[in-house]
């Protein structure tokens, strides 16, 4: 699949899974595209967990409490850390949004659906999740994305139309 291919059919997926596992050779792929996004200032402050131990990946949609998520043969947390660059700010939730869009775009490339959760597992969750996976305490959970093989269609949502939301030479001015 070529990347605008990857771009243009990307969907969030909050459905049931079909039980075929995702090789570690696969989630290693997404992860290096999770690593490769840009990074504020270059702080890299995002690091990344791939989960395929059926139990681990069970207990992380437990703490989600989605059933479809029980589903999912894998999953993969995005974790951060706020750190103040240079220049008096943190680009934190700038560069786990940019490694997360890359993931989710790897994610299609390779076959598989997942969705990006984040505000759902805020706080306490959040917490639960990182203990489990044995994450440092200066490090946060931030997205939870179970992934795997749709075992249903979804249609995705309606975009409003391009020419609504994308201009050349000005707001408003045609393409």
């Known amino acids: 699949m070529d990347l605008m291919e990857a771009i243009l059919t990307r969907k969030s997926y909050r459905k049931t899974f079909k039980p075929d596992q995702v090789s570690d050779a696969d989630l290693k792929d997404i992860l290096k595209a999770g690593v490769a996004a840009p990074s504020g200032c270059n702080q890299q402050t995002t690091c ?4 395929n131990d059926q139990k681990m990946v069970y207990n992380l949609a437990t703490i989600y409490g989605a059933t ?9 947390l995005l974790l951060t850390k706020e750190k103040i660059s240079y220049k008096g700010n943190s680009y934190h939730i700038h560069d786990y949004s940019a490694a997360a869009e890359n993931i989710l775009l790897a994610v299609n490339a390779k076959g598989y659906s997942t969705t990006w959760v984040e505000g759902q597992i805020e706080g306490e969750k959040a917490k639960k999740m990182g203990d489990l996976l044995g994450v ?8 939870y994305m179970p992934l795997g093989i749709a075992d249903k269609e979804t249609p995705g949502v309606e975009k409003k139309a391009f020419e609504h939301r994308a201009w050349l030479n000005g707001y408003g001015k045609e393409f």
């Open 48 to 51: 990344f967990i791939a989960v």
């Open 68 to 76: 479809w998520a029980l589903t999912a043969p894998a999953a993969i």
């Open 136 to 143: 440092p305490e200066d490090l946060t959970v931030v997205i």
